[in-house]
């Protein structure tokens, strides 16, 4: 197994008047599960892809632990690139890419016999990994007759009985449907913890990065965001774009302006938290973009800190209600977890004053850290 950081990396496909990817910087540490996440044309799957030797970068540098696998933008000596086949790396796409001719075993054990692995060592290593994925009852049997979810776990299963160093998947859950995707989400994550493997998984989805990753690289544009555990970029994100990514529904934004020690947002009034002030103070008389959860929505129970909404519709999840109603002009999602949704069409609202989230609306950056 190994860690991987990247010093500097730089990607562009026109001689360098545009970049793909520009100056990023990265450690994964070794056996961690890391999921590069962003829109598409961020530049997720071609970070992945220079990680692979797939690209080479216009710049920067890729080490595997103290190896250098990739030393761009130098002369001489310096360059180094260590090509696909010699990284010791294993890759699963979106598609499935299996061999149609082959049995799920044949399919499993090529990559071995190419490298002229001795039978046993072959037999050994396909039996553990059908075990493990549970598919030891599909050996015999031809990609045709698989359905979609078991030939993701061959795919996988292919990739993973190479014993690679780095694990490198692209959107590999994107064909399944939503129940089967979150059953091979979960037996993905346990395999990865078993076996301790470096992890690179790049996705759209913000539900599979929150629930597998150790570490998050939310990238935009080609660069990076923010990196972090889930729980931070969630809790604590340090710009707006983050804040907006991350959390289903949508974070909640309201343009306020800062007077005294209230959030004047016009259709209503907070007033500031002590804690808050001093993060303020600086924006007296200035407006500031205050971000709030729809989990940190709710039902007031006094005048104080109070904001009027009318309900404009509801939408049960079964164990919560998305409750969308308009501020103002403003329509907002209120996520209640009561056992009955509200009757009334006119509530009163509050916020939970702990986890306000305030952004420089000329920046974008976080306020209060």
Not at 146 to 159: K, T
Not at 249 to 268: K, T, W, Y
């Amino acid at each position: 197994m190994a860690s991987i950081q990247i010093k500097d990396m730089s990607v562009s496909y026109n001689k360098g008047k545009s970049y793909v990817l520009d100056k990023l910087n990265l450690d994964i540490k070794d056996g961690e599960f890391c999921v590069f996440l962003g829109p598409s044309g961020c530049g997720k799957s071609t970070a992945m892809h220079c990680i692979a030797g797939l690209l080479h970068p216009a710049s920067g540098e890729i080490r595997f632990g103290d190896t250098v696998m990739t030393r761009a933008g130098a002369k001489g000596r310096d360059k180094i690139f260590v090509p696909p086949q010699e990284r010791n790396i294993a890759m699963v796409f979106q598609e499935y890419a299996l061999y149609p001719n082959m049995t799920v075993r044949e399919n499993m054990s090529f990559a071995l016999k190419t490298k002229k692995a001795p039978k046993d060592e072959i037999e050994k290593r396909v039996s553990y990994m059908a075990q493990m994925l549970s598919i030891e009852q599909l050996l015999d049997r031809r990609p045709a007759e698989l359905s979609g979810g078991q030939r993701q776990r061959v795919a996988l299963g292919r990739a993973l009985v190479r014993d690679p160093q780095v694990f490198l998947l692209d959107e590999p859950l994107g064909n399944l449907d939503a129940k089967l995707r979150d059953q091979v989400r979960y037996e993905l994550k346990k395999i990865q913890l078993q076996l301790g493997i470096t992890t690179i998984y790049v996705t759209h989805d913000q539900t599979e990065a929150m629930t597998m990753a150790d570490h998050i690289v939310l990238m935009k544009d080609g660069h990076i965001m923010q990196q972090g555990t889930p729980n931070e970029l969630y809790d604590h994100p340090e710009n707006e774009f983050v804040a907006g990514f991350l959390g289903t529904p949508q974070i909640n934004i309201f343009s306020c302006e800062v007077r005294d020690d209230v959030l004047d947002a016009g259709d209503f009034r907070l007033r500031i938290p002590q804690e808050l002030r001093a993060s303020l103070a600086p924006y007296a008389g200035k407006r500031v973009d205050l971000g709030i959860r729809p989990s940190d929505f709710e039902l007031a129970s006094s005048q104080e800190n109070a904001i009027a909404a009318h309900v404009d519709s509801i939408e049960p999840l079964g164990d919560a209600y998305l409750i969308y109603v308009r501020i103002g002009e403003k329509v907002v999602v209120f996520k209640y977890t009561g056992e009955h949704a509200p009757q009334d069409r006119e509530l009163l609202l509050t916020a939970n004053m702990k986890k306000l989230h305030l952004f420089d609306p000329q920046t974008q950056e976080r306020i209060n850290q």
